[in-house]
């Protein structure tokens, strides 16, 4: 860039910083592009992979293993009271 300045001149200066502004505004529009097209994706990923778990698991699932959990933490509490005896 030191070397351009020098051979072109200040008229070769504001067409790079005129390239470099409409290069940063191509960069930032496929950014953005990127960015809706991930969000759309992820999106509807998200909306077939509920459904998906919704049907292959049904809610007697969900009840054991919120048993399972409360079982595992009464058991916790239960060895923490003991330790602190």
């Known amino acids: 860039m030191i070397a351009a300045r020098t051979i072109g001149g200040p008229a070769y200066l ?16 496929f950014d953005h592009a990127v960015g809706v097209e991930a969000l759309h994706l992820a999106n509807e990923t998200s909306s077939k992979l509920s459904f998906l778990d919704l049907s292959i698991v049904g809610p007697q699932w969900f009840d054991a293993e919120r048993a399972e959990q409360e079982r595992v933490e009464r058991e916790r509490v239960g060895r923490e009271r003991v330790e602190q005896e």
């Open 14 to 29: 504001e067409m790079i910083e005129e390239m470099d502004k409409e290069l940063t505004k191509v960069i930032d529009d």
